[in-house]
């Protein structure tokens, strides 16, 4: 009973750590790349961004292990713990552009080494510049199609009908 009970306050404690982070990522993406309430689309691409880089930062003085399905996964896992504790959803809907961000993330590879030996407000700018190639190579790519973030099945895609 002590361990379910010990499992279950870690379990709070673990998110609250996250929304604390997601809060504070949250803040500094909209006050640095003025993405209104209204662009969720720009919102989505800057925090995928970031949950990259902590990806990232887990791969340093490892193999090349970067796995970007588990970038997103990471990103809707947080969105549907936050979502279900404070509106009581349990599906979050987005439109995400998969493709444009493992291409971008890529092509960008080269730059993040150099992002660990920043640090302070250089290292700042520069997660913020490469967040900014990100956000505009979505502007610029295909909005769609849908995927869902499912607690029981993962990350799905939406399944095309006549109607769509």
């Known amino acids: 009973m002590q361990e379910k009970i010990v499992a279950t306050s870690w379990a709070k404690v673990k998110l609250q750590i996250l929304k604390r982070e997601y809060e504070v990522i949250e803040q500094f993406c909209r006050t ?12 989505i691409a800057t925090m995928l961004f970031f949950f990259a880089n902590e990806e990232l930062e887990e791969e340093k003085g ?14 809707w896992e947080v969105q549907y713990e936050i979502n279900k504790t404070e509106r009581n959803a349990y599906t979050i809907v987005a439109k995400v552009p998969i493709k444009t961000f493992t291409n971008l993330l890529n092509n960008e590879r080269e730059l993040y080494p150099e992002i660990g030996k920043c640090d302070g407000k ?19 790519g295909n909005l769609s199609p849908k995927f869902v973030f499912d607690k029981k099945w993962g990350i799905k895609q939406h399944e095309k009908t006549d109607n769509n």
């Open 122 to 140: 250089i290292r700042q700018t520069f997660i913020g510049y490469l967040a900014f190639l990100l956000i505009q190579s979505i502007k610029g």
């Open 62 to 75: 490892g193999r090349d292990t970067f796995d970007f399905k588990k970038v997103v996964t990471d990103f």
């Open 32 to 43: 640095n790349f003025e993405i209104s309430k209204e662009d969720e689309k720009d919102f």
